[in-house]
């Protein structure tokens, strides 16, 4: 195999979660923060996501509070707990081939981890995966700071080229800039040009599918 070991997202990267979770929340949520202030369509809740990122947008160019921010997350938490998002068609399967040929699957994510590993029992998916960094308001330990994967690859005394991270915005190719493994676009969950063209530019595959998913991993 070319990669001992993924370190994969998770919103819509594998699990189809933002247009019927996380972004309903966020209209909850700026229903009862923000009740004069329209909220963003969904495209540009992906841009935003995108860059800055959602901690930088909600307490930058939405002044939220440290209260403000804690009232966030507990909405965001009522969201997510009641709603279990599908992981998208064929991915598990192509996971759970690469696991029995001796891959490792690991997470970093901006999901917490607990909701992480509900969605992989859910779904049945066995073992999957072993390590999972999820949501940490320390942002030295989350994307896009490089600290999860040094720890992984630390873990599994693992050299950067021998990991590869697949994720489907911008924090994630920081994050691969800054430990030096190789990053995969998934361009399978939006198709929004300025993303796309990003991530085609910026990292090292853009998978248009699934399916290509499956041909750079395991062919």
């Not at 995966?129 to 490089?146: S, Y």
């Not at 691969?176 to 990053?183: D, K, L, W």
Request: charged share 25%; aromatic share 12%.
């Amino acid at each position: 195999m070319k990669f001992k070991c993924l370190i994969l997202d998770h919103d819509d990267t594998s699990v189809q979660s933002t247009p019927h979770i996380h972004y309903p929340a966020h209209i909850e949520v700026m229903r009862q923060l923000r009740p004069g202030h329209p909220p963003v369509s969904l495209d540009q809740w992906f841009l935003k996501n995108f860059s800055p990122g959602i901690m930088e947008y909600m307490t930058g160019e939405l002044g939220f509070s440290k209260e403000e921010v804690a009232e966030e997350y507990r909405i965001w938490r009522e969201f997510t707990s009641s709603h279990i998002p599908p992981f998208f068609p064929g991915y598990l399967e192509i996971l759970k081939e690469y696991k029995e040929k001796g891959g490792i699957i690991t997470v970093v994510s901006h999901s917490d981890e607990d909701l992480i590993r509900r969605d992989y029992h859910h779904a049945e998916a066995g073992e999957l995966p072993e390590l999972v960094f999820g949501w940490d308001f320390d942002a030295e330990k989350r994307k896009p700071n490089p600290w999860p994967v040094l720890e992984i690859l630390k873990h599994y005394n693992l050299k950067p080229e021998e990991a590869l991270i697949l994720d489907d915005l911008k924090p994630a190719v920081e994050m691969s800039r800054r430990s030096s493994v190789p990053i995969a676009a998934a361009g399978w969950g939006h198709s929004i040009p300025e993303i796309r063209n990003y991530m085609q530019k910026h990292c090292r595959y853009y998978l248009e599918s699934v399916e290509d998913f499956r041909t750079l991993l395991l062919s």
